[in-house]
C-alpha cells in the first residue's frame, strides 16, 4: 500500500477497491465484461470526522462498501473511491 498526498476531509475516507475475482472457484476464467464492480477494500486515508462524531475506521482497515458508493479518482494511475464513512457497511 502505498502512500498517498491527500488527505480527506470531516467524515470522508479514501478506500483502494480490492482487484475484482478473475477465476470463479470451480476455476472458470471470468471475462472483463462479465466482472462484477468489486465491493470490497482497504482504507488508506481518513479524514479526521465531524465534531459530532469520531471516525471509527482506521487506515489499513479492509472494510465492505455499497455497490454504487463513492467517487471514483484516479490518483498516480491508481484507482481509489471517495466516500463517507455512512457508507461503509462493515469493517472485516
Known sequence: ???????PLADRVLVEPVAAETK??????IPDT?????QKGKIVA???GTKDEKMT???????LYGKYAGTELK???VDYLMMRESDI???V
Open 46 to 48: 481518513v479524514g479526521p
Open 57 to 63: 475506521v482506521k487506515v489499513g482497515d479492509t472494510v
Open 24 to 29: 470463479t472457484a470451480s476455476g472458470i476464467i
Open 89 to 91: 457497511l462493515a469493517i
Open 34 to 38: 462479465a466482472k462484477e464492480k468489486p
Open 1 to 7: 500500500m502505498a502512500k498517498v498526498n491527500i488527505k
Open 75 to 77: 490518483l498516480d494511475g
